[in-house]
């Protein structure tokens, strides 16, 4: 049980740090595109389209 115990933790903070790393990528593209970057310099950044498009 215990070994259970710690996988789903350890599950839970994969999952924090994704959630987070997903929310600080969709900052950073809010932020280009009040800077003014255009959308084919936010994709060449390595952002894909559908992280544009949510953060749009």
């Known amino acids: 049980m215990?070994?259970?115990s710690e996988n789903i933790l350890?599950?839970?903070i994969?999952?924090?740090v994704d959630l987070?790393?997903?929310k600080?990528?969709?900052n950073a593209i809010v932020r280009m595109l009040k800077a003014?970057?255009?959308r084919q310099q936010i994709l060449?950044?390595?952002y894909t389209k559908e992280?544009?498009?949510k953060a749009e």
Do not use: K, P
Request: proline content about 0%; some cysteine; overall charge negative.
């Open 24 to 26: 600080e990528r969709q």
């Open 20 to 22: 987070g790393i997903n």
């Open 51 to 53: 992280e544009l498009e």
């Open 36 to 38: 003014g970057a255009s």
């Open 44 to 46: 060449s950044y390595g």
């Open 10 to 12: 350890e599950e839970g």
């Open 2 to 4: 215990c070994n259970l």
């Open 14 to 16: 994969q999952q924090g």
